[in-house]
């Protein structure tokens, strides 16, 4: 397929420019970036790359440019793995960037400046680090089936940079001043941030593709505790956009849910306990109106609602579960119906069988929404008309176990339809295919969970074998640990490299320092040490002591100090979080 973006680059770097050179067959376009002036020119190769380099090397696609306290710095694509084809399209994920500073030197910087710029790149290299970014140079992979084959003419004419869909366009704000000159358009391609996955399949006989693409919004993007619910806008945390696709010949079918956090206005911010309290805005009229604007939009793009809510019904998710069906009941939308479902009660105990429950209420609405289907022609013989837009509290575990069934449902009607099975058919008599969409969908829950909580997937175990299992339990365990100990001790370094990535905060020569003094930072550390010495010295006297009322009265003593401790800890717990540095407030309720 042609490629409607430059596949074959070369960086050449001089102390004055970087020549980022075209080595596609025909072209002799040459993108020079002054790094003195900051200007960019699209030239032609006729001697403009100077003979006496400092370095050349191969590239495969420009992230952007991302001005940090030392100036703007260049992000490059040097290493990608293939993931596969779609439609003939190859689909590519990064393995690695590097990024090249504009300026030769930050000896104009302060000490205080150069630690900024330091912390900046740390941030930088960090975002990019998530290695869960996919390109392609001839296809858009930020849009659904459905709407690619929606559109005008006139609109796959369009550069690819251009007509991508920005929610999903995750390197749309490093692009920024490429974007405003079209004649660059060969050297910009969009980045989608999620997971791709693509398998060929062989079930009796036939040989399909399977895809699975989740792609995660742009928009309050963010780290587990520090981004929850909408904000004014009606934008939802953790949205992702996952769409299951079969290509079979030149028949293409697609299934497109979402999901995406309450879709009110609230809170839940790290303070060292297990599980902190989620906190909801007390203004209803700027509940309602969020409300509203994020299903208005959702409507607009995916047709009807079926909003699927796996939360507790008791403790504090009641209260968030309570407040959602009623956001539902107020706004009287017919395009919008609510199904609760408390996921932990009815599945307790590994009674995951009981999930039929909720799959026999849905399969009404499964069938009126049916799936996107494209025939060989390229005519539209089917399309969706409405989405299961499901969420828990995280929008990760329970969340994707109920998409992984909602999709594989949707999966035996399009076989059955392509032809490929027969109409008494299930995926449980074609063991490899079953053995396959198990895996990518736990994959995809995996991929999902480390990008918003930092950690893999729970419950993944019954997505893989359809079963929970006592192994399954246990890592489930160990990661609601590591999850514990990211939120709270590291999620704030990371949310600030998703916003410095993405452009919520950006750099000026003016900005100020954004971190926390050190004296801020020493507090919880000179708490502990101080307890640290107590304990010790603690012991040393306990250790000669004669007599058990002596020793009883120091193990009191020490046992006072530490719950006294333990109580300030728990009291003032957010002051020993890592909380994020450059967007303090995401909304003013929060």
């Not at 930072?521 to 012991?539: D, E, G, K, N």
């Not at 719950?563 to 540095?581: A, E, Q, W």
């Amino acid at each position: 397929k042609m490629s409607l973006v430059y596949d074959s680059l070369r960086l050449h770097i001089t102390n004055d420019a970087f020549y980022v050179e075209s080595l596609n067959a025909g072209s002799e376009d040459v993108l020079v970036i002054d790094r003195i002036s900051f200007e960019i020119d699209l030239r032609k190769n006729h001697g403009e790359i100077p003979p006496a380099l400092a370095e050349s090397k191969a590239i495969h696609a420009i992230f952007g440019v991302v001005n940090l306290t030392g100036g703007p710095h260049l992000i490059v694509v040097t290493g990608r793995t293939r993931v596969g084809d779609i439609a003939g399209h190859t689909i590519w994920k990064v393995t690695e960037t590097e990024i090249f500073p504009y300026r030769k030197s930050i000896l104009n910087l302060n000490e205080s400046q150069k630690s900024d710029n330091d912390t900046y790149l740390n941030m930088l290299k960090h975002a990019l680090s998530f290695h869960d970014y996919y390109f392609s140079t001839s296809f858009d992979i930020t849009h659904s089936m459905q709407r690619l084959a929606h559109t005008d003419p006139s609109f796959h004419s369009e550069p690819l940079s251009v007509r991508a869909d920005h929610r999903f366009f995750w390197n749309h704000h490093a692009l920024h001043e490429f974007l405003e000159r079209p004649e660059l358009s060969k050297f910009t391609v969009p980045f989608m941030h999620g997971f791709i996955s693509i398998t060929s399949c062989f079930v009796q006989g036939r040989t399909f593709d399977l895809l699975l693409i989740s792609r995660r919004s742009t928009l309050r993007a963010g780290t587990r505790y520090f981004v929850r619910g909408l904000d004014m806008q009606g934008d939802a945390a953790n949205f992702v956009e996952t769409e299951q696709v079969v290509v079979y010949g030149r028949n293409i079918c697609s299934l497109v849910q979402t999901r995406g956090s309450i879709p009110l206005l609230w809170s839940q911010r790290p303070n060292l306990r297990y599980k902190p309290k989620p906190v909801l805005a007390e203004n209803q009229s700027l509940h309602l109106a969020s409300f509203k604007s994020h299903f208005d939009s959702q409507i607009i793009t995916y047709g009807k609602q079926v909003v699927i809510n796996l939360v507790n019904h008791k403790g504090v998710e009641l209260t968030l579960a309570q407040a959602f069906l009623d956001a539902v009941n107020k706004t009287k939308s017919q395009d919008i119906s609510y199904e609760a479902f408390d996921f932990h009660h009815e599945c307790g105990s590994s009674n995951w069988n009981r999930l039929s429950i909720l799959m026999d209420k849905i399969e009404l609405d499964q069938e009126q929404f049916g799936y996107f289907m494209q025939n060989r022609d390229g005519t539209v013989f089917m399309k969706q008309s409405g989405v299961f837009r499901t969420n828990c509290m995280d929008c990760l575990d329970r969340t994707n176990v109920v998409q992984s069934l909602i999709a594989r449902a949707s999966l035996v009607k399009q076989l059955q339809q392509l032809g490929i099975f027969n109409p008494n058919s299930t995926i449980e008599q074609n063991p490899e295919l079953d053995f396959t969409l198990k895996q990518i969908w736990a994959d995809n829950a995996d991929y999902c969970s480390r990008q918003y909580a930092g950690t893999g997937a729970l419950k993944t175990d019954f997505t893989r074998t359809g079963k929970r299992t006592k192994f399954g339990l246990l890592r489930d365990g160990y990661n609601s640990a590591v999850r514990y100990l990211k939120n709270n001790f590291s999620d704030g370094f990371r949310q600030d490299s998703i916003d410095l990535l993405l452009g919520n905060f950006c750099i000026t020569e003016t900005t100020s320092s954004p971190f926390p003094s050190s004296e801020q930072r020493r507090r919880p550390v000179i708490l502990f040490l101080v307890y640290l010495i107590f304990s010790v010295f603690m012991i040393v006297a306990l250790l000669p002591a004669t007599g058990f009322l002596q020793q009883l009265a120091y193990v009191m003593i020490w046992s006072l100090a530490t719950l006294g401790v333990m109580s300030y800890v728990l009291r003032h717990g957010v002051d020993f979080v890592n909380t994020p540095s450059l967007v303090h407030v995401k909304e003013k309720y929060d």
